[in-house]
């Protein structure tokens, strides 16, 4: 296995750490590719409700879910979806609403992958 380094998997923009991840279409395998922010503070990935389409999913249908944020509780939509960085795939869960920073990559997204074999030892800060 070939390790992804930090220093080329991830890109700082205006200091604000940014990797790029597929989010995979279960039905046609069809993948959509977001720059998310790496944001270690926030529990899942959270994606624009305009997302959903392209991981397969009718976002009307999907459940809500009440999450805190910095600026209060709101009401989101929550499902699991297939997510690939570097060659890795992992089901996870995702959380759609707005997302004035743009696309987060959370925490247990990170912990999905290191489970299925991301290789993160070149990911601390250096």
Request: aromatic share 6%; net charge positive; glycine share 10%.
């Amino acid at each position: 296995m070939i390790p992804a380094h930090y220093s080329t998997l991830v890109k700082f923009v205006r200091g604000v750490p940014k990797v790029e991840v597929d989010v995979i279409d279960p039905i046609g395998g069809r993948a959509t590719r977001y720059v998310m922010i790496v944001d270690t503070g926030a529990d899942h990935i959270q994606l624009e409700p305009a997302a959903a389409a392209s991981a397969g999913l009718n976002y009307a249908a999907l459940p809500p879910v009440k999450v805190a944020t910095a600026g209060g509780m709101v009401t989101l939509k929550q499902a699991k979806i297939t997510i690939d960085l570097c060659g890795k795939q992992s089901k996870v869960t995702a959380i759609f609403g707005a997302t004035p920073a743009g696309p987060l990559l959370g925490r247990s997204s990170l912990l999905a992958l290191l489970e299925v074999g991301f290789d993160s030892s070149d990911w601390g800060y250096k």
